[in-house]
């Protein structure tokens, strides 16, 4: 298995902070966001490779941290060439660039966005996905209180745990369970992520991808357990530096 890291954002949001550091490369208690998520990944032994998808602004301060990662796996760090928010290729183009650079095209994939902040286990989800490897297997996880408009996916699941329907930022969102950008894929994807690339115009949140696979095969989905944080604003950082300050969180 092929384990990629989407880390290729601008973070804009969080400017003036992410200026001039990746995201990812942020400091939250003893490890960076990347690092929270990579130990994890590194767990599992089916993963034989770490592919990070950086920018160009920022490629050089991955190269660096995959230089100091102790890692039982070969890391190869890809420049997608953007220098600028409007010259990214967007975390669906950069999923596409990372997917070309496999030899193997039968190679199962695990694809993560670079903010997810992960502390736990990903061998269940692992597990679940050898059961059944040719069905794309996603984590959900249940939003509380009232769910905004257009703000997150939403999945709906049968009690088998396959997915029913999958609507990207919904303008009448019902069902409270959302899926994280941390996929487990079979290695036959690829041609099917080409012609999304071919025929839809939105190549950045990885959710419209995903709503639209649905469509074309089945999907399965299996609960988040676990500490996590989507690092998509300064005040999540904040919280999220409040809950690692003194190391890994209790369970």
């Not at 760090?77 to 650079?101: F, P, R, T, W, Y």
């Not at 902040?117 to 597990?127: E, I």
């Not at 019902?174 to 025929?199: H, M």
Request: charged share 25%; glycine share 6%; hydrophobic share 40%.
């Amino acid at each position: 298995m092929k384990a990629i890291v989407l880390a290729a954002g601008f973070a804009t949001r969080m400017y003036p902070l992410t200026r001039d550091r990746a995201k990812p490369l942020l400091a939250v208690g003893p490890r960076t966001v990347v690092d929270w998520l990579v130990r994890r990944i590194l767990e599992l032994d089916e993963v034989d490779e770490l592919i990070v998808v950086a920018n160009g602004r920022f490629h050089a301060d991955f190269v660096r941290w995959s230089e100091g990662l102790d890692s039982c796996v070969p890391v190869r760090v890809l420049n997608d060439g953007a220098q600028d928010d409007e010259g990214k290729l967007g975390a669906i183009g950069d999923m596409h660039l990372a997917i070309a650079s496999i030899e193997d095209s039968t190679c199962p994939l695990l694809i993560a966005a670079g903010d997810n902040l992960v502390d736990f286990s990903l061998a269940p989800y692992a597990a679940r996905f050898r059961e059944n490897p040719t069905d794309p297997l996603l984590i959900v996880r249940e939003i509380e209180g009232e769910i905004p408009p257009r703000r997150y996916n939403e999945v709906t699941l049968d009690r088998a745990g396959a997915v029913t329907s999958f609507r990207e930022k919904p303008d009448d969102p019902e069902s409270p369970l959302a899926s994280i950008c941390l996929y487990f894929l079979p290695g036959d994807v690829r041609a099917q992520l080409a012609n999304y690339l071919r025929d839809e115009s939105n190549h950045d949140a990885p959710g419209y991808f995903m709503q639209w696979l649905h469509t074309q095969r089945a999907l399965q989905a299996m609960p988040l357990e676990g500490t996590w944080f989507d690092i998509g604003n300064l005040e999540i950082l904040e919280r999220a530096r409040t809950v690692f300050s003194s190391g890994t969180p209790a369970p």
